[in-house]
Structure formats: structure tokens, C-alpha cells
């Protein structure tokens, strides 16, 4: 008489505390769109893409004289119509410090860490949630503001030719950099675990950093100013979604003879580079620290 060996079965991954790691993504979600805040957050997010967007594209005519072949009037279209995107990446930020600093400062987080133990996977859910939706929202904003540019863009003699992959790469770009400043704040805010201080650090990555580069380049003489500018977030977040043409974007200065400047490739690695920093240093931290 033979008996047949048991099969083992294969069993959801844990997350810890015998939570799945899908299961924490769907309680992520759940928090995300239940938030106030999100909800205002993503609003402006895509009025100030469209509105940009479609704003500039209306008034193009200032830029007649700058586009002259198909492809360079592509180029200046996706420079017009991502024009918002910038503003969007600094909602973003404040988006990513507050979904994880709110926690903190709430208490929240101590039931996060009770139903997920390991605290890394909750995280991990958290962070990938506040891209997925910084991203989705972004791309739809994009896809809008492109259908609105084809008849104001006309208007002023400027073909936008939809049927361009390279110009649906630039949107897809363009809504991957709002994604990637909001998981720059989400790992600031887990290391300042404090809403005002993250918020303040998150503008200052955003918005201030840049402008201390600029001045600093009209000061300084040598090429390793423009060099070191190419690995900031913003100037990074910017080079994912340049319509390039012989070099250059459109509405971009060219190139300094001697500097760095990143294909939009290395960018989202310099990307990447800053999210798993930041991500790193916050675990690293949250696990030592008490809640």
C-alpha cells in the first residue's frame, strides 16, 4: 500500500503579523483616498497641469519664429503643454511629506507597525501608493492637456502631431518625475517624522535648491557648477522629459561646453539613486526609533 507525498501549497507573502504585502497595499490605498488632504493634493496637481498646459498653449504665439521643422514644433508643444508640471512636482512633495508625517504626528503609524511588525513592508506599501497615484493622476492630466493644446497650438500655426511616440514619451516622463518628488518628500518626511520640518525641507529640495544653483552659476566661473546642477532632483526631474532636438529642448538652454549634461536615462537613475537614499536612511531610522 503506497501513500502519496503531501504537496505543499504555496501561501501568500507575509507581510508580518500574518498581514500580506497585498493586503497592506489595499489598507495604503484605502488611508490615501480617504485623506483630505490627498484628495485636495491631486486636485491641484491636475488643475495646475491643464491649466498651465492649455494656458500657454493659447498664448504660443510668443514663441513664433522659435519652432521651424515638424519636429522642433513637436518639441515646443511638449515644453508648453508640461509647462505645469513643475508647480505639480511641489504639491507632490507636500503630498509625500504629509502621508507619512501625518501618521507620526497622528499616531496612526502605531497601528500601522502592530498590524505590519516589520514596519519595512508597510513602508514599502506607502511608498509605492503615494507614486502610483501621484503618477496616474499626472499621466491623466497630461493626456488632457494634449487633447486641449491641438486646436489652441493650431491657433498660433503649431502642429502637435498626437500620433509622435516620442512626444507621448515625454508626457510619460513628465508624470514620472511628479511620482519621483513625491517619493523624495515621503523619505524626507520619514526621516524628519515632523510635518512643517518635512514640508520645509521638501519645498527647499523643490523649489529653492534650483534657484541657489542659478545664482550660483551666474556667479561662479567654471563648468562643475552646471555639472553638479544636472544631479539635483528638480534639474534630474526635468531632463526625463525633454523633447530633445539636435541636443536641446526648446524652451531649455543648451548644453555648457565641458559640463555634465544627463540623457534622460542617467536622470531617472540619478532618480532612483535619491529615492533609495532617502528611503534607506528613513527605515534605518524608523526602526531604531520608538513610535
Known sequence: MSTSAPTRQSRPRSAGGGVTFGGVLRSEWIKLRSLRSTVWCFAIIAVLIIGFGALFSAVASGFEGMESTPEQQQSLAASVTTIGVAFAQLVAAVLGALIITGEFGTGMIRSTFAAVPRRTPALIAKLIIVAIGTF??????????????????????????????????????????????????????????????????????????????????????????????????????????????????????????????????QALLVLVGWVVALFAAGLALVKRRDV
Not at 538652454?253 to 544627463?262: F, M, T
Request: zero cysteines; a negative charge.
Open 136 to 265: 496616474v493622476v499626472s499621466a491623466i492630466s497630461l493626456a488632457i492637456t494634449s487633447l486641449l493644446a491641438v486646436p489652441l497650438l493650431r491657433g498660433v500655426d503649431i502642429e502637435l502631431d498626437l500620433a509622435d511616440g516620442k512626444y507621448w514619451l515625454s508626457m510619460l516622463g513628465a508624470a514620472a518625475s511628479v511620482a519621483f518628488m513625491a517619493m523624495i518628500a515621503f523619505g524626507l518626511g520619514m526621516i524628519i517624522r515632523n510635518s512643517t520640518g518635512a514640508i520645509a525641507a521638501a519645498i527647499g529640495v523643490v523649489f529653492v535648491v534650483p534657484i541657489l544653483f542659478s545664482i550660483a552659476m551666474g556667479l561662479v566661473s567654471g563648468t562643475w557648477v552646471y555639472s553638479l546642477n544636472e544631479f539635483i532632483p528638480p534639474t534630474a526631474a526635468s531632463r526625463i522629459y525633454e523633447y530633445v532636438v539636435d541636443g536641446s529642448s526648446m524652451l531649455t538652454a543648451p548644453a555648457v561646453d565641458g559640463a555634465i549634461r544627463l540623457e534622460p536615462w
